[in-house]
């Protein structure tokens, strides 16, 4: 399946896990190991749309971008209240939050759709090994 984005959502995604991963690296962040493995994973990818080829692909891609919706949110809260709602790094906060949030979504409605194509092909709910070894095509 093939994950679509535009270019104001790849540069939101692009800049939350620059700024998480780097402060990772200097201890200011305390992102879950697994997260930060997400992370590493996704960002090479993001150069446009991404095919997520499993179930288990798709739900690192979603632990990932819940992780940075989470911190572009604490971002955004920051800005507004330590500077005013309308500063202009309340502002772009807000919508690198905003992109990362349409994604978030369509990364969700993508897993629901995985999950229950797993279900209808095995007849159980999608368990690790069907997360890993039933793929989809694009």
Same mark, same amino acid.
């Given at each position: 399946?093939?994950? *679509?984005?535009?270019?104001?959502?790849?540069?939101?995604?692009?800049?939350?896990i620059e700024r998480v991963?780097?402060?990772?690296?200097?201890?200011? =962040?305390? #992102?879950?190991?697994?997260?930060? /493995?997400?992370?590493?994973?996704? #960002?090479? $990818?993001? =150069?446009?749309?991404?095919?997520?080829? /499993?179930?288990?692909?798709?739900? +690192?891609?979603?632990?990932?971008?819940?992780?940075?919706?989470?911190?572009?949110?604490? $971002? /955004?809260?920051?800005?507004?209240?330590? @500077? *005013?709602?309308?500063?202009?790094? +309340? =502002?772009?906060?807000?919508?690198?939050?905003? *992109?990362?949030?349409? =994604?978030? @979504?369509?990364? $969700?409605?993508?897993?629901? @759709?995985?999950?229950?194509?797993?279900?209808?092909?095995?007849? @159980?709910?999608?368990?690790?090994? /069907?997360?890993?070894?039933?793929?989809?095509?694009?």
């Amino acid at each position: 399946m093939i994950l *679509h984005f535009t270019f104001e959502e790849l540069s939101a995604l692009d800049a939350a896990i620059e700024r998480v991963l780097d402060s990772a690296e200097g201890g200011g =962040v305390a #992102a879950p190991p697994q997260v930060i /493995t997400d992370l590493e994973s996704l #960002a090479p $990818r993001l =150069v446009g749309d991404i095919s997520v080829d /499993t179930l288990a692909d798709q739900l +690192a891609i979603q632990r990932a971008i819940e992780f940075l919706l989470t911190e572009t949110r604490d $971002r /955004t809260d920051f800005f507004i209240l330590d @500077e *005013h709602p309308a500063a202009e790094s +309340a =502002v772009s906060a807000y919508f690198e939050y905003a *992109h990362i949030l349409t =994604v978030l @979504e369509r990364v $969700r409605q993508m897993g629901e @759709e995985m999950k229950a194509i797993v279900s209808l092909m095995t007849g @159980e709910q999608p368990s690790d090994e /069907t997360a890993r070894s039933v793929s989809f095509e694009d």
